[in-house]
């Protein structure tokens, strides 16, 4: 069974830098995307980043371009998000999610179709 374990959240001043980790068990596709969302306090869980196996791309949302990146290990088993010059809006549980197959990438990430969630890690920014 597929399980996606994040982690790295915590407490950063405003211009911080944080670097979250998603760790995937049992994650043996060669056709996936993976990535992050994230949950504002009273607002829906958005996409932030993804990376596409299909065309080797990364997809980021406007608000996180030229500050954040996705990278992975050698084997491929964990996935990273580093999250530079943070702000207070950035402030939010991060989800690192993840979808499978050809069919659906990466329109189906956006859209929040998901195959396989973690669980969240709290990211808060101080002003």
């Known amino acids: 069974e597929v399980q996606l374990q994040a982690s790295g959240g915590g407490l950063v001043k405003t211009g911080g830098s944080l670097k979250l980790s998603c760790t995937a068990s049992?994650?043996?596709?060669?056709?996936?995307?993976i990535g992050w969302f994230r949950q504002a306090p009273g607002k829906e869980r958005e996409w932030v980043i993804l990376?596409?196996?299909?065309?080797?791309?990364?997809y980021y949302a406007d608000f996180v371009k030229g500050r954040f990146t996705i990278s992975s290990d050698n084997a491929k088993t964990t996935v990273y998000l580093q999250m530079n010059s943070l702000k207070p809006e950035d402030t939010a549980v991060y989800y690192c999610?993840?979808?499978?197959?050809?069919?659906?990438?990466?329109?189906?990430?956006?859209?929040?179709?998901?195959?396989?969630w973690g669980q969240g890690t709290q990211v808060t920014v101080s002003s």
């Open positions: 999610a993840a979808i499978v197959g050809i069919m659906g990438i990466p329109t189906r990430f956006f859209g929040g179709d998901i195959d396989y």
């Open positions: 049992e994650f043996g596709f060669d056709d996936y995307a």
């Open positions: 990376f596409s196996s299909i065309d080797g791309r990364t």
